[in-house]
């Protein structure tokens, strides 16, 4: 963050927002984990992570708000400067009270499968950065593609051979734990495509300031701030399918919603929008976690956490990507993001749809047969 506030270039820049990269994928996995480990119990464990949510969900609205303040009284270099002290207080309160829970056996690093992935996610990313300046069929755009696709093909093969590889492939045999994937990535692409777009259209196509999109964007986080625990305390009592049928579809209506505003949309309808989306937002976060580690044998909770964290940060580049193609000059970028807005609509029916698929008679079937090979294999 100090790198970023201090950069001379937008090089600099770039290169300490990749160390911030790297601080947060090590950060959110473990969050995560140290819930699974804490609360054992599934009922607690979904009202833990709904509170987690609830705090992600203020952030949220907090971020734009405070960093339009910073932004208009100071410039944007506040905003990194502001992140030092919390990451020194963040020091502080992990040695004071964060327990460990390190495993009895440490697992070996994948070193291939983390090159691998690291270059499936970077060819699909780039491929649709590139688009806008190159177009589909370009060279920069087929070699990111053709990257993308010769990585995830050996991804597949070294994982089988590796003695403890960087993702089992044996979880996907369970139908929960896929499903969780998948809402995690369809969830926060929509979060991600969003967060970017909104800011653009709101600063430019409706001339707001910083400060004022913050403050549009900010019930959006209360109503997700709110919605996350009641998520928790109902996935506790119901199961999870009650919390993604509505979190999906209060993110397809947001979509509809959004498709179709016009320049001349006024800012309560605006209000509106982004408050369905909270509660959307809201009310998915918590069945994530709770469906991937319910979909794997206890003895992967870990895993189970880590891997749903990295699928939203898998979504959150995806979304930013996507929203980035149609990022154009200010008079047509209102026009080119309803694609975007109407993908959110279906995105969330898909979310609907997994949210039925994976609480089925055949979802908990396909989990007891994992249960069972995990326990023939002595993993």
């Known amino acids: 963050s100090a790198l970023c506030a201090l950069a001379p270039t937008v090089t600099w820049l770039v290169v300490g927002r990749g160390l911030q990269a790297t601080g947060g994928a090590l950060l959110t996995p473990v969050a995560l984990s140290i819930i699974s480990a804490t609360y054992t119990d599934p009922a607690r464990r979904a009202a833990a992570i709904g509170v987690w949510g609830a705090v992600t969900g203020l952030s949220l609205g907090l971020g734009p ?28 309160g992990t040695a004071l009270f964060v327990p460990e829970s390190r495993a ?11 090159l691998l992935m690291m270059a499936l996610l970077a060819g699909t990313v780039g491929a649709l950065i590139e688009v806008p300046d190159n177009g589909w069929s370009s060279a920069p755009v087929l070699a990111a593609a053709g990257l993308a696709a010769v990585a995830l093909a050996l991804f597949v093969v070294v994982e089988r ?26 969830v926060f692409t929509v979060q991600g495509g969003f967060l970017f777009l909104i800011s653009l259209l709101l600063q430019g196509t409706f001339g707001y300031s910083a400060l004022m999109t913050g403050a549009l964007i900010l019930p959006m986080a209360v109503v997700l701030a709110l919605s996350s625990p009641t998520s928790g305390r109902l996935v506790g009592r119901r199961g999870t399918r009650p919390s993604l049928v509505i979190g999906g579809a209060a993110i397809a209506v947001t979509g509809v919603m959004l498709a179709l505003i016009s320049s001349g949309t006024p800012a309560w309808y605006l209000i509106a929008a982004f408050m369905v989306l909270g509660l959307g937002l809201g009310f998915v976060n918590p069945p994530i976690t709770t469906t991937a580690v319910a979909g794997l044998p206890l003895s992967q909770a870990g895993a189970a956490s880590g891997i749903a964290s990295a699928s939203r940060q898998v979504g959150v580049a995806l979304g930013v990507a996507a929203a980035g193609l149609v990022a154009g000059a200010d008079d047509a970028r209102l026009i080119s993001s309803r694609p975007v807005f109407w993908l959110a609509a279906v995105l969330g029916l ?30």
Do not use: H, K, M, Y
């Open 104 to 114: 009895a056996r440490p697992r070996r690093f994948d070193p291939a499968g983390q």
């Open 65 to 92: 708000l405070v960093g339009g303040l910073l932004t208009d009284a100071f410039g944007w270099e506040a905003n990194f400067w502001l992140s030092v002290p919390v990451c020194l207080a963040a020091l502080a």
């Open 161 to 186: 051979r590796v003695a403890e590889p960087l993702i089992d492939l044996r979880f996907f045999r369970s139908a929960p734990f896929n499903s969780s994937v998948l809402i995690a990535v369809a």
């Open 350 to 379: 898909v979310v609907v749809a997994l949210g039925v698929v994976s609480t089925s008679a055949w979802a908990r079937g396909t989990r007891r047969r994992l249960d069972t090979l995990f326990a023939g294999s002595g993993a």
